[in-house]
């Protein structure tokens, strides 16, 4: 069995074929390590992202049991950082659910305390939190927070978290009715995303399915070609500083 950071990865499963149940074998298989003498934040993390999983399966008697020891083990312990945690696994699930402004509300409450306590946990919150928003049109609030999580990251990489951002920023593209921006940037997410051995899994697996469609749906053969070509192309610093590029000038006005 590996050790637990190494199998504690929310969000972020190694690159491998994509079966339904794999994503629950990793996270029960870090909850098996944590329980036998990991330390606590292993052991929230993995019960978050197991009851997400659950939740996104539609096992919701499971997913509540997974839950009420998650939330147990947080009161007793006083650690705001599981519930930071809880709180992002709910947001996903409800992203993947269709249920944007819970999301926007989860995420927000787990930047929040991840602000105070979990400073490595601040890049990938916001993307998440900027996702729900993007999807909720409420763009000038998602660049915000993707621009925001995009200084974080040139200044200490973590390329699945950076995937995340560039398929936040093509639903922003959509949004904006620039689809071949967004096309390139999803071909670049998915680019980072090889490259670094990881694969989108649940929200982040389904918002990219859902940009890739609208893509597709707006842009001739042609066209989304020549975009997903140039956004392979691209380096993941290049999108990141111009998120950042782009906020300045906002606040320049």
């Not at 190494?6 to 969000?11: F, T």
């Not at 147990?72 to 599981?82: K, N």
């Not at 249920?99 to 946990?121: P, T």
């Not at 904006?176 to 649940?202: H, I, K, N, Y």
């Amino acid at each position: 069995m590996g050790t637990v950071p190494d199998l504690v990865q929310p969000g972020r499963d190694r690159q491998g074929p994509r079966r339904p149940g794999r994503g629950r074998g990793r996270y029960q298989a870090a909850l098996a390590a944590a329980r036998e003498g990991g330390p606590l934040w292993a052991l929230l993390a993995s019960l978050g992202g197991l009851g997400g999983l659950l939740t996104l399966r539609g096992d919701d008697t499971q997913a509540a049991s997974v839950y009420a020891e998650a939330v147990d083990l947080c009161r007793h312990t006083g650690q705001r950082r599981g519930f930071a945690h809880l709180y992002n696994a709910l947001g996903d699930a409800a992203r993947v659910r269709g249920d944007l402004e819970r999301a926007r509300r989860l995420h927000s409450e787990a930047l929040a305390i991840v602000r105070d306590l979990v400073g490595w946990s601040v890049p990938h919150t916001l993307a998440q939190l900027a996702c729900a928003e993007a999807r909720l049109d409420d763009l000038e609030a998602a660049e915000r927070h993707l621009a925001e999580a995009a200084g974080l990251l040139l200044a200490i990489p973590q390329p699945a978290t950076a995937a995340v951002a560039l398929v936040g920023a093509a639903l922003v593209g959509l949004g904006r009715d620039r689809p071949e921006e967004a096309a390139r940037l999803l071909a670049a997410a998915e680019a980072v995303r090889e490259r670094s051995g990881f694969t989108a899994v649940g929200a982040e697996r389904h918002e990219a399915e859902l940009a890739g469609d609208a893509v597709r749906a707006r842009l001739d053969p042609d066209a989304l070609a020549a975009a997903q070509a140039d956004g392979r192309a691209l380096a993941a610093e290049e999108v990141l500083r111009e998120l950042v590029a782009r906020a300045a000038t906002w606040a320049d006005h």
